[in-house]
């Protein structure tokens, strides 16, 4: 009987303890369960035994809301080979480089930009080129943020390539890839954690600056000036310029007869010079005769004929010995228009020079005497212009 009883006592012993263990197990079954590699949200991809390379990563250290992040893709392959980036690029149009959409979804991102560079080569050594695709990006919530799946198409073209075309991506070593090939790959979600621009406390009164303040000291307000000052000044400036215009006027621009006597002169050292001749000479000094006329009697003597001119002189009561030396010069300058071989040589006493300085002098004498008149008198002395007088005597 005691032999019995200990048995029966050591199978209940075993039982406990094999329900104690099971249970153990149980509780074991039910505690969390490590994160499965599909769980893991990681940043960067790498393709691995494709034809093609392909590199996905989103660059960015420590990203905050709003701050700018590049989702980057760059696809080697051998030279020749279509390359068809992921449709992202439907949501905004055709591929044109520089190309910026404006806040268009990307998941749990903001798509504000996107670059594209084909065709670049990778090393001196290799025939390989690349493609990238670059996505600006940015966020504006905290926490873990994805990307969404991506895929790129490939095929390639052309001839096989040799094996010193080899290209080392990474870990991988890429060799001897068959014309013809093509596929996809498949990019997963890339994420990253974006922090937020809050404290810990996440307390609407504690933003965190993003610059520091400055001190700037309050200015004083400027002081106003009085209307009489402005007025002042305004007189002060007005009175400057009006000399400023009269010295410009008197020192930079000559008067007429300074400049008929100055043209004169000229005149005659070229002569003296044998620099021109004697048909140069009188239509050069009814040219200026004509032009000082105009200039200072405010008549158009360019435009009238020779005994219009010599009218215009008689009428302004010129000396009968100028009037005579104005007539050769212009008859001189008329004949050489036609028959240049008739023109007398030019005499020395007196010469064309001292005719043409005769009339300019004569106008001066005349002109200062009617300014002794009008300032005796109070009277301006009216001058009839040549059609006046040519109607009158109609």
């Not at 590049?70 to 439907?90: C, K, S």
Request: charged share 20%.
């Amino acid at each position: 009987m005691k032999r019995i009883e200990r048995l029966i006592r050591s199978l209940l012993l075993l039982c406990l303890v094999m329900a104690c263990w099971t249970q153990h197990r149980v509780c074991q079954g039910q505690s969390p369960a490590p994160l499965a590699d599909a769980d893991i949200v990681q940043h960067r991809y790498q393709s691995a035994g494709a034809p093609v390379s392909v590199t996905a990563e989103i660059v960015s250290a420590n990203p905050q809301v709003a701050d700018p992040i590049e989702y980057r893709i760059m696809v080697d392959a051998p030279i020749g080979t279509t390359v068809v980036l992921p449709p992202v690029l439907a949501t905004i149009g055709d591929e044109s480089l520089g190309r910026t959409p404006l806040d268009q979804p990307f998941a749990d991102f903001l798509l504000t930009g996107i670059q594209i560079s084909r065709d670049i080569p990778i090393d001196a050594k290799t025939s390989w080129r690349r493609t990238q695709l670059t996505l600006q990006i940015e966020s504006l919530q905290s926490g873990l943020c994805r990307a969404p799946a991506l895929e790129v198409a490939y095929q390639i073209s052309g001839a096989a390539p040799q094996p010193s075309d080899a290209v080392t991506t990474g870990d991988q070593k890429v060799v001897g890839r068959k014309p013809g090939a093509q596929g996809t790959i498949n990019i997963p979600a890339l994420g990253v954690e974006v922090a937020s621009v809050l404290v810990a406390s996440d307390s609407p009164d504690k933003y965190r600056d993003i610059k520091t303040a400055v001190a700037t000291p309050a200015s004083e307000p400027a002081a106003t000036l009085s209307p009489l000052i402005w007025f002042a000044g305004g007189a002060l400036s007005l009175v400057l310029l009006g000399l400023g215009c009269y010295w410009l006027r008197q020192n930079r621009i000559p008067k007429a007869d300074r400049w008929a006597l100055q043209r004169i002169a000229e005149l005659e050292r070229a002569y003296a010079d044998e620099r021109v001749a004697a048909v140069e000479v009188y239509n050069a000094l009814s040219a200026v005769l004509r032009d000082y006329l105009e200039s200072a009697r405010q008549t158009p003597a360019t435009a009238l004929s020779t005994e219009e001119f010599l009218e215009v002189l008689k009428r302004n009561h010129f000396e009968t010995s100028v009037i005579a030396g104005a007539r050769t010069i212009l008859s001189q300058s008329d004949a050489s228009k036609f028959a240049p071989k008739s023109v007398a040589s030019i005499g020395v006493n007196p010469s064309p020079f001292d005719h043409a300085r005769a009339i300019v002098e004569e106008s001066i004498r005349l002109q200062t005497e009617s300014r002794q008149k009008q300032r005796q008198t109070g009277l301006a002395a009216v001058q009839p212009s040549p059609d006046l007088a040519r109607k009158a005597e109609a």
